[in-house]
């Protein structure tokens, strides 16, 4: 479907989103859209209709993307991080290990990219939302960093919590591509 579009999308972030249903009618309703609506969208991002519940959900994590993609583009590391959970009990999952708590993992993001020229210009791409219900979300994605030493790149996976100042980031598992010979 070559000029088909995203249902979905917040600032260029096409959402890939599943209702989750409840009750055989709900299930079976589910099935028939996923069957006769699925549009797959420029760079491969499966677009399903949302339900007005999952909306907030998707706005709100959207907008804390958006929110972190604009601080890191300004090489505001501080700003980025208020998309975390401020508490020791955050988790950060990489190449190097588990980082746990808000504050070493800034260190770590400060110690990584110590500069503007280090932490270059980043995207997201092919993310998809999934509620979990309506405090709670997984994300999946891709990351780009374009930087005069070289480009960076890989796959997260996200897991979101509502709190009272808003949506933010209770765990993160970041990988980074492999190298391409």
């Not at 800034?106 to 503007?116: A, F, G, I, K, V």
Request: proline fraction near 3%.
């Amino acid at each position: 479907m070559g000029g088909a579009s995203c249902h979905a999308r917040a600032d260029g972030i096409c959402l890939a989103t599943r209702a989750r249903g409840v009750g055989k009618c709900m299930k079976i309703l589910k099935l028939f859209t996923v069957v006769s609506v699925i549009a797959v969208a420029p760079g491969g991002c499966l677009a399903l209709p949302q339900t007005r519940a999952n909306d907030a959900v998707n706005d709100g994590v959207v907008a804390v993307l958006n929110e972190q993609r604009e601080a890191w583009n300004r090489g505001d590391v501080e700003t980025f991080m208020k998309g975390y959970w401020d508490s020791p009990e955050l988790t950060f999952a990489g190449s190097s290990g588990v980082t746990r708590g808000w504050q070493p993992v800034l260190e770590r993001y400060r110690r990584n990219y110590p500069d503007t020229r280090a932490m270059g210009h980043l995207e997201f791409s092919e993310i998809e939302v999934r509620a979990l219900g309506k405090d709670a979300a997984l994300v999946l994605g891709r990351w780009h960093l374009k930087r005069e030493s070289g480009e960076l790149g890989g796959v997260f996976t996200l897991v979101f919590e509502k709190f009272p100042q808003g949506w933010r980031i209770i765990h993160d598992h970041t990988s980074l591509d492999a190298k391409k010979e």
